[in-house]
């Protein structure tokens, strides 16, 4: 479904040129959900915002299905409509309502019709047990809601994958496991994801592979009773004894 | 016969003001020829019109060219790291040149070529257009400005949500951005109607009949200047006294409505 070959990225700053990606290759299958993994710097986010093009790559390929995403003849808005994605800081629309915030873009984009999206928010946010919050502002919700309502905004579109960017990093301990039940449903239901955390504990359950990036690269992969049972890589073996 | 001496005036006048010092009656008098004699104070309410028309219409406009002017500016500092689309980079110039221009030169210079080079309007319908588009040109370079760092005070995570659902960048600048910047800068944006209210007193001189305009007018039949531009600025205090404590009232249910 995704396909990254080669993958270098280099901010340029007032302080000098900061090479974040040197080369990173990997491909996701359809259906297959990949935690990635990785010390902060390491250049997660950076992979991860690749995908769909919220940062242009220096160098190399991604692909999603049959259409090279970094090609200047693409159209970047016809794909990110179908790869969701989730902020670590939510990125709700203070201005619109709950309802309005999920309406938004499938209306607009006129995918569908406002009865249609209407319907379709209220059937999604039934999952996510938040119906009663339809008419409320971001605001007025907490992080663990927020989140939540910002997955169904991503969903609300029918993406073909959905990539997570530390989605529970800014959430007071209590909310996490709301947001984590969400994303496990979604992945129980078969959604392909891509997924930058630092809860351990959910990669071991969901993931089909688990990525460890450092300092650009990624140093291993493997599914998560490998990963985290016997890990080659020193720097995997460093990381996993701080973190675990 | 439109002088009458004040000789006469206090001859007819009402006993309270005869049992007055004199220079109160002078004043009293000056009161009474700039405002009661032929009903003179129509002219003042005319005039109000015709300045918050101005004001309001030039306010309308210069927000619009504001907004436009600042989106473009915002593009074309937001493509630096990619290749910058040519026809940002044409319209960019094009701002450039405007802030340049109207910021480089004199209202008042503004208003005179506008009326008598390039508009040159002969009705009064003309002239009410004129000084809204002049005004509203000239406040559109401040109000760029102001939307310019509203649209900067919204975080980069509302344009990458938007993007992230797949739509472009004028939709998501029309939709999520600049809701959010208008609301951010309407307090500076309500600063901007009370210095254009003050700059539409140089419409005067399109021959528009401003309420500095009639004050004039009124100066020049009663040959006495002293009520009259007095009256004026205590007109044009009083307005921006209550625009201001009106302006505090509604910043402050907007903040209010950022806390519910
Ligand atoms: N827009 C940018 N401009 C300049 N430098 C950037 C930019 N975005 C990221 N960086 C830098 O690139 C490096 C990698 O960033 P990235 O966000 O990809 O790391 P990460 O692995 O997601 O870390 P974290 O766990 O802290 O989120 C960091 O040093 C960061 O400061
Ligand atoms: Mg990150």
Known sequence: MITVKDLHKTFHTPDGDLQVLK???????????????????????????????????????????????????????????????????????????????ITLAPTKLKLMSKEEASEKALQLLKRVGLVEKADAYPAQLSGGQKQRIAIV???????????????????????????????SELAESGMTMAVVTHEMGFAREIADRVLFMHDG???????????????????????????? | MSIITFTNWIATAPSWIQGLPEWLQTLCYQFWQTFIYQD?????????????????????????????????????DNSIEK????????????????LTIIRGTPMMVQLLIMGFVIMVPKTDGGMIVCGIVTLGINSGAYVAEIARSGI?????????????????????????????????ILP????EM??????????????????TKQAQNIVSKTYQAYIPYISLAVIYLIIVIVLTKLLGIFERRLRKSDHR
């Open chain 1, 23 to 101: 080369g990173v290759s990997d491909h996701i299958e359809k259906g297959e959900k990949v935690v990635i993994v990785g010390p902060s710097g390491s250049g997660k986010s950076t992979f991860l915002r690749c995908m769909n093009l919220l940062e242009t790559p220096t160098s190399g390929e991604v692909w999603f299905e049959d259409k090279l995403v970094n090609d200047k003849k693409s159209d970047i808005d016809k794909i990110r409509m179908q790869m969701g994605m989730v902020f670590q800081h939510f990125n709700l629309f203070p201005h619109k309502t709950i309802m309005q915030n």
């Open chain 1, 153 to 183: 905004r991503a969903l609300a579109m029918n993406p073909k994958v959905m990539l997570f960017d530390e989605p529970t990093s800014a959430l007071d301990p209590e909310m996490v496991g709301e947001v984590l039940q969400v994303m």
């Open chain 2, 188 to 191: 500076a944006l309500g600063n």
């Open chain 2, 40 to 76: 003179r104070w129509h002219f003042f309410v005319d005039g109000l019109k015709i300045t918050f028309i101005v004001t309001l219409g030039a306010l309308a406009l210069g927000i619009i060219i504001g907004i436009i002017i600042a989106v473009i500016r915002v593009s074309y």
């Open chain 2, 152 to 184: 900067m005070s919204v975080s980069r995570g509302q344009t990458e949500a938007g993007r992230s659902l797949g739509l472009n960048y004028f939709q998501t600048m029309r939709l999520i951005i600049i809701p959010q910047a208008v609301k951010n």
């Open chain 1, 217 to 244: 690269l990624i140093l291993e992969q493997a599914p998560p009773s490998e990963f985290f049972g016997n890990p080659q890589n020193p720097r995997l073996q460093d990381f996993l004894a701080k973190v675990l």
């Open chain 2, 83 to 98: 290749k910058i689309p040519l026809v940002i980079r044409i319209l960019n110039s094009f701002c450039k040149l405007y």
């Open chain 2, 194 to 211: 009370i210095t254009l209210l003050k700059d539409t007193s140089l419409v005067s001189v399109i021959a528009l009949r401003d309420v």
